[in-house]
DNA sequence: CGGTTCCTTGAGAGAACTCAACGTCGGTGG
DNA sequence: CCACCGACGTTGAGTTCTCTCAAGGAACCG
């Protein structure tokens, strides 16, 4: 399988170098020693293409018998109920671990489809099994995604307003897709590579890649609310919103708002304890 | 303190045999291998007593250096936002591990207190990290737990009715209390390590620990609500509520009413193809 | 260009909240 | 022993936030 060394046509399970992904800085084996980095990549399979928006990677109910980082694009993971009403259950973007939710699970307990064009890498329960048998550094970043996913729905599955839960969602957006670049798709592979840490500078600027609907599921609103909400929003002057792409304009107002929720705060600072 | 004989002294830090613990059954070390057991068993502080309700284990912000297994007893777990809200983000019952929202934070993102007098075992983080480098049977049990609880919020923090709330939690409180035991208080640890599976039985008993304004802030709804919600399950006969005592009569509407929150089932049969 | 799908704005409805009052229980102290 | 107090639980009435229903406009795709 060939592999242009600059980033390149895509084949699914290419073998590549991890410390060439557009994704490295935000992937759960970004710090590991390097023996442990190698025996990852020759476990993975990587570039798994979802060609276009609405591809699906799993089914609710599926087999679970892997685990997926996502590389390029984004994938949101949702669950349907018996009277087919949707649930989105979050966002993945490049870097994201999908699937940390279904360990010990037979089962996927959702289902996960590309919001956009997208890439991901694979590995499989088994091989991923036997890697944390002795890969110590593998495992613990792996189990402090987990911890930090679930700190992330506890802090959301609180009652909040609809102004508080949609500051905290772009915010959080913002601090998600700053570090890595705007979230593209995966046909902008090329410019996510080169593209130096974009959208922490003056003026933030997010690319949402979701519809509002999936916007206001996810956050528990109507369609409608979260429009009234953006508008609003603007109204104030906070942000600019043009169809997909939001200037935020006035960041600490929003960051007041979302404060209860606390999941984004201005400089979180995590001076370590013993 | 005094405390009875059949399960001997307690004294932070005793050095016990788990197979004898009240929450065994529970437990994340159920299943694991002796030598596992063993060493596991020794980087425990066992008994730490909540001697009353209210007793804080920790509090948020605090740096988080330990984790906990709950053995006797309700502990739950809630954040303070800046104007003071308690928000209460889950109760932990006997075998339940606290703090797994705690891996690669530096500081409890909640605290927890005890709802009854309680009893945990305390394991330091630093010693938990080096039995997870060389115990993969632990390192799994406790991944696996941490993605149960992720499950499980991702399940709950859905937008469901005040009727679908109540119903699931009802049922989940139902299930996690049945194997181990009605919900007794560390001062009741006598009758916990030899009752055998109760609630399981004909009639569905639940000793709630907890008071309706925990419930309703844990569920997000107003105290009141909760009370006239379990009024209308009353009227119509679907459980009988005495105080913190409930007799569930019709478990099956309730299982109906709580379907869409997908984490109390009956039964749980996904059989499903790839 | 039609035909979707998505986004936006308006008007009315409903579920849950807030405010308020009252009953109950358990502890405390006179 | 009983009166008192506070916390908890329950019930009622009015308010509010968000949802639902409805419709028009914009963007995308074949």
């Known amino acids: 399988m ?27 084996v970004n710090g590991l ?11 993975l399979l990587a570039h798994v293409p979802l060609t276009q928006a609405g591809k699906s990677l799993f089914a609710t ?16 993971t949702y669950t349907v109920d018996e009277d087919g009403n949707e ?9 994201d671990v999908i699937g940390l939710d279904s360990f010990g699970a037979a089962h996927y307990p959702a289902g996960a489809v590309a919001v956009v064009p997208s890439q991901v890498c694979r590995v499989s329960k088994g091989q991923l099994q036997s890697l944390m048998t002795d890969n110590s550094g593998l ?3 792996l189990f402090e995604r987990a911890s930090r996913e679930l700190r992330l729905a506890l802090a ?24 890595a670049a705007p979230c593209a798709s995966a046909g902008d592979v090329r410019s996510i590579s080169f593209t130096p840490a974009a959208g922490r500078s003056a003026d933030s600027l997010i690319k949402l890649p979701m519809t509002r609907r999936d916007i206001a599921n996810y956050l528990r609103l109507a369609t409608e609310t979260v429009c009234r909400v953006l508008t609003r929003f603007e109204e104030k002057g906070w942000l600019k919103s043009t169809d997909k792409t939001l200037r ?6 929003l960051w007041a708002l979302a404060e209860p929720v ?7 600072s995590l001076s370590r304890a013993a």
Request: a positive charge; aromatic letters at 6%.
């Open 248 to 253: 935020l304009n006035a960041p600490v107002a």
């Open 139 to 141: 495992t613990q970043h």
């Open 2 to 28: 060939p592999f242009d060394a600059q980033l390149s046509p895509v084949a699914a399970g290419i073998r590549t170098s991890c410390q060439l992904c557009p994704a490295h800085g935000n992937c759960l």
């Open 87 to 95: 649930r989105v259950r979050g966002f993945h973007l490049p870097g």
């Open 61 to 76: 109910g599926e087999p679970a018998n892997a685990v997926f980082v996502v590389r390029a694009g984004c994938i949101k």
């Open 156 to 179: 959301l599955s609180g009652d909040y307003t609809a102004e508080q839960r949609m500051a905290a969602f772009l915010l959080h957006m913002l601090e998600r897709m700053a570090p």
């Open 33 to 43: 020693p390097a023996n442990e980095l190698s025996r990852w990549s020759s476990a």
């Open 262 to 268: 606390g999941i984004s705060q201005p400089r979180l």
